[in-house]
C-alpha cells in the first residue's frame, strides 16, 4: 500500500542517479539508508546518521546482506556539517529525515524540534545546487511541535532558494504524517518564470 513513507521513497527514486551523494539524517531500522545506498550504487556515497547504536547495528546488518555500503555514524544529525567530508560539502543531492522514535524501542529517544530544525540548516548548507530534503513528520506530542518547527522554517526561505512542497494525507484523521519535500533551486528565477 502506499504510505508516506514510499511516497518518499518515489520522489528518491526519480530524483538520485549512480555515483550520487545522500544522506540518511535518522538511519532508524535502515529502510531509507537501503534505498538510497541502492540507487547511489557502488560508485555513490550514502553516510546516516542516529543517535542508538542499536539502530546503526540493524541497519548495518541489512546493507550487509543486501551488498550495499554506507557509512553510518553514532551521532546526532545536527552535527552533520562537522561530520560530512568537506568534498561532499555543496555535492549532496538528497538528504532524508523521518523524524520520530524507532518503532518497538524507547519513545523518549526521539527528534526533537530544535536539534531537527538546526539539522534542515545544516543540510542545506551541503546540498548540490539541485539538492532535495525529504522530511516525514508525525505527530506524537514532540512530533506535533517538530511538524510546526519543521515547516515554519520551510515556510521562511527565501523563494528564490528554493521550493518546499508540503503533502498530507486527507482522508485519514489528524494524526497521519506530513511530508515536506524541499528542492533547491538550480536556476532560481528560472524556476520562477516557469
Ligand atoms: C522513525 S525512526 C527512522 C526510521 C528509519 N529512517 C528507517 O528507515 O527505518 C527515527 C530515528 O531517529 C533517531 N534520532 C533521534 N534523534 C536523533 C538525532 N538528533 N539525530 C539523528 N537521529 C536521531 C532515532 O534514534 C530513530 O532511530
Known amino acids: ?7 518518499v521513497h518515489h520522489l528518491l527514486r526519480a530524483h538520485l542517479v549512480p555515483g550520487d551523494a545522500a544522506i540518511d539524517a535518522t538511519v532508524g531500522n535502515g529502510n531509507d ?3 538510497l545506498a541502492g540507487l547511489v ?11 542508538q547504536q542499536v539502530a546503526l547495528d ?6 550487509a546482506k543486501a551488498g550495499l555500503t554506507a557509512t ?3 551521532c546526532g544529525h545536527e552535527s552533520m ?16 529525515f523521518n523524524l520520530g522514535y524507532l518503532p518497538g524501542s524507547d519513545h523518549a ?5 530544535s536539534t531537527t530544525v538546526a539539522a534542515i540548516n545544516a543540510a542545506r548548507q551541503l546540498l548540490a545546487p539541485d539538492g532535495l530534503i525529504t522530511v516525514v513528520c508525525y505527530r506524537h506530542d514532540e512530533g506535533q511541535r517538530e511538524l510546526d518547527a519543521v515547516r515554519a522554517s520551510f515556510a521562511s526561505i527565501p523563494p528564490p532558494q528554493g ?3 508540503e503533502t498530507r494525507c486527507i482522508n485519514r484523521d489528524g494524526s497521519a504524517p506530513v511530508i515536506f519535500a524541499f528542492a533547491a533551486a538550480e536556476e532560481p528565477l528560472d524556476i520562477l518564470r516557469r
Do not use: E, Q
Not at 58 to 63: E, G, P, S
Open 109 to 113: 529517544i526521539t527528534t526533537m524540534a
Open 81 to 96: 556539517l562537522d561530520v560530512i567530508p568537506r568534498a561532499m560539502h555543496g555535492n549532496v543531492r538528497a538528504v532524508t
Open 41 to 51: 550504487g557502488p560508485s555513490g556515497t550514502v553516510v546516516g546518521f542516529d543517535v
Open 163 to 165: 521550493l518546499c512542497m
Open 33 to 35: 539508508t537501503l534505498v
Open 58 to 63: 540493524v541497519a548495518a546488518a541489512k546493507l
Open 72 to 74: 553510518l555514524h553514532r
Open 1 to 7: 500500500m502506499y504510505s508516506p513513507v514510499s511516497y
